[in-house]
Nanobody
């Protein structure tokens, strides 16, 4: 069974940084575009960043552009999200999954809380 395991979240002060990781097992990770999604309290899940299979092209939602950086290591089947200059509006549960393909079963996500 395919698994997506997100990690790296936590409590951080405004202006701080976190690096999220997503380990994918039992899946052809390297051939799929992948993305980071988030669900804030009371809101729908949204795509915040994505990256093509070969990492040649990235996409960022306007709300995170210039602050977040998505990357991947296909040899390790791992997706990353470097988050800088965090604001309270970034508080959410963050998930990884495919983009533009049938999604895999969602993992449990990793909680990011930005608060002073």
């Amino acid at each position: 069974q395919v698994q997506l395991v997100e990690s790296g979240g936590g409590l951080v002060q405004p202006g701080g940084s976190l690096r999220l990781s997503c380990a994918a097992s039992r899946t052809s990770f390297s051939i799929y575009a992948m993305g980071w999604y988030r669900r804030a309290p009371g809101k729908q899940r949204e795509l915040v960043a994505s990256i093509t299979s070969g990492a040649s092209t990235t996409y960022y939602a306007d709300s995170v552009k210039g602050r977040f950086t998505i990357s991947r290591d296909n040899a390790k089947s791992t997706l990353y999200l470097q988050m800088d200059s965090l604001t309270p509006e970034d508080t959410a549960v963050y998930y990884c999954n495919r983009v533009r393909s049938t999604p895999l079963t969602w993992g449990q996500g990793t909680q990011v809380t930005v608060s002073s």
